[in-house]
């Protein structure tokens, strides 16, 4: 055994060597933040981040729709874990929109900030921190999701992750996409908004997926926050999540809509991957979530050109 093999890869996302990790070097950063407060069904999403980042290791470098190893190419920083607010949702909220809009405005910084939840109540940290250090008539949201997340207050708590997307909305307007499951109040509440535009599950799942067209033109020119549920997915391919729906999002279409939204954007400045409750002995999941972490950095960093579908190799 060589000096090189004798010590594991580090602890980081894929397990990349230092210099290509470090913050000076890398383009793409990723913040782990394994909050858990208010879930309301199954939980465990505080697990997700640490799952993900162990289930990485294991993806390969390789990406055939990139025809090489897109990672070396730009890089990504694992940060430490952000610290926790325990004290109240809306605290640390607060805490998640300062940490992102010192990141983005710090030296290094990241040309995109991925996040791993944790709870989808982050993402309203995150939209405000996005709001705080760019013009928020620039700025839209792009959700995946099984649940409208509408609601004004859940449990009490304007901050409950069943009002997700409602905070987001209070920063800028959203685009979902996934959704089978909302209250009486939230429909109302979508007949009523001009600034959110809901694809419902049949729609998302449409084969022509013609709602892509409108995902375009939303996203055109734009600055994006990309946030993903993972209870949007299929549950037969993503059942590890604290409310499963039945319907959902393929794999397939998920990467179709990643494609539009980092092509047609003018950039797509964070993404968060939310939800996750990893399952004991079940690695599919994870695995799937440290895919798509790597597949999202790939489409924003290496540019528009390169979110064409892969040309298929002619046959001899």
């Known amino acids: 055994m060589s000096g090189e093999d004798r010590f594991q890869a580090p602890w980081n996302f894929l397990g990349l060597p230092e210099e290509i990790s470090s913050p000076q070097h890398a383009r793409g950063w990723l913040l782990p933040i394994p909050y858990e407060s208010t879930t309301s069904y199954g939980a465990g999403t505080r697990e997700g981040p640490s799952a993900i980042l162990s289930a990485s290791r294991q993806v390969e470098l390789y990406d055939h729709e990139f025809q090489g190893e ?20 809306e605290a640390m909220v607060a805490n998640v929109a300062e940490a992102v809009a010192e990141l983005l405005t710090g030296s290094p910084r990241p040309e995109v900030l991925g996040i791993l939840g944790g709870e989808h109540t982050l993402s309203a940290g995150v939209a405000r921190g996005l709001a705080k250090i760019m013009d928020p008539a620039s700025l839209v949201a792009v959700q995946i999701d099984a649940h409208a997340d509408l609601r004004e207050e859940y449990e009490g708590s304007p901050f409950s992750h069943a009002c997700a997307a409602r905070r987001i909305l209070d920063v800028c307007p959203v685009f979902q996409i996934g959704i089978r499951n909302l209250s009486l109040g939230e429909a109302e509440f979508l007949k009523k908004n001009r600034r959110v535009r809901t694809v419902f599950s049949e729609e998302s799942s449409e084969p022509r997926g013609r709602f892509l067209e409108d995902l375009a033109r939303f ?95 002619k046959r001899s």
């Not at 990672?71 to 926790?84: D, E, M, V, W």
Request: hydrophobic share 45%; glycine share 6%.
């Open 70 to 89: 897109p990672a070396l190419a730009y890089g990504i920083h694992t940060t430490p874990a952000l610290n926790l607010v325990h004290r109240s949702p």
């Open 219 to 313: 996203v055109k020119g734009k600055t994006v926050f990309f946030t993903i549920d993972l209870d949007g997915l299929d549950p037969a391919i993503m059942p590890a999540v604290g409310t499963p729906e039945p319907g959902g999002i393929s794999w397939q279409r998920l990467l179709e809509v990643a494609r539009v939204v980092c092509r047609q954007s003018r950039k797509v400045a964070v993404f968060d991957i939310v939800e996750l409750a990893p399952l004991p002995g079940f690695r599919a999941p994870d695995f799937l979530s440290a895919k798509l972490v790597y597949k999202l950095f790939s489409y924003i960093l290496l540019g528009r050109e390169k979110t064409k579908k892969p040309k298929q190799e």
